[in-house]
């Protein structure tokens, strides 16, 4: 592929999923780490795409509805952001409590705090999130099995379903890949939407964890008006009209 048509399809994939990681890049291309890298330098040097640590994201803070960015791509967002909002969340777990961790990176970094947290019943549908809560001997895992969306860690679809829907659960924590302050919160694919909603049906209380790119962010499928959402724990960089809106919905928003 020549360097013009190379910088070309870097950007479309950009422009398409919003924020790309270079391991994304490299395979996209077929082009080696070295050369994905003066690529995305280039790129940002003409404006032409932001260069963010791992991988490169668009240009303008309001992506366009497109293809859902990788896995991989959305732990390089705001990480410092989501382990902020992790230790909050952390805060509103009750003693022997059972919790149902829903498929995302930053509930993952809620994961990484509870390995040691005993007297918990620890219910999820993400690979990741089941593995780094394996050791932990003081409290219980149960893992909702199903198919595994491709290219990421979550399982979904009717037996994921139909495992969750027997069960009940004192709190959900989850995160989603878009918020509309005014409506609703959505999902690029629809997947999961059903295990989500499901997730919700079977909890007390639902606590939705969110950093501030999320209400800049587009994505086409609805999961549920945030009227479903007891609590939301989003961060200090939102614009703070965007939560004085939240607040003024009827919701209990947490800044962190």
């Known amino acids: 592929m020549l360097r013009a048509e190379r910088q070309q399809a870097i950007l479309e994939l950009v422009k398409n999923r919003g924020i790309v990681a270079i391991e994304d890049l490299i395979a996209y291309t077929e082009s080696s780490k070295a050369t994905i890298r003066r690529d995305i330098n280039e790129l940002a040097e003409q404006s032409l795409l932001v260069k963010i640590r791992g991988g490169a994201r668009f240009y303008t803070d309001v992506k366009l509805p497109g293809q859902e960015p990788s896995q991989i791509a959305k732990s390089l967002v705001n990480m410092e952001e989501k382990q902020r909002i992790a230790v909050a969340a952390k805060r509103h777990i009750r003693p022997n409590s059972c919790l149902f961790l829903d498929s995302g990176t930053t509930v993952l970094e809620l994961a990484k705090l509870l390995v040691n947290e005993p007297n918990l019943t620890v219910v999820t549908n993400d690979i990741q999130i089941g593995a780094e809560l394996s050791g932990n001997q003081k409290s219980t895992l149960l893992f909702v099995g199903g198919m595994v969306r491709k290219g990421f860690t979550s399982t979904y679809g009717y037996f994921a379903e139909q495992m969750l829907s027997e069960l009940s659960v004192n709190q959900m924590f989850f995160s989603v890949d878009a918020v509309d302050p005014d409506l609703n919160i959505t999902s690029y694919t629809m997947d999961d939407i ?48 965007v939560v004085e809106q939240l607040r003024r919905s009827g919701k209990t928003v947490e800044v962190v």
Request: glycine content about 4%.
């Open 194 to 241: 059903n295990v989500k909603k499901i997730g919700m049906a079977q909890a007390e209380e639902r606590i939705l964890l969110c950093d501030h790119s999320k209400f800049t962010t587009c994505a086409l499928f609805n999961i549920c008006a945030l009227a479903n959402i007891d609590t939301i724990i989003v961060t200090k960089e939102l614009d703070p009209g």
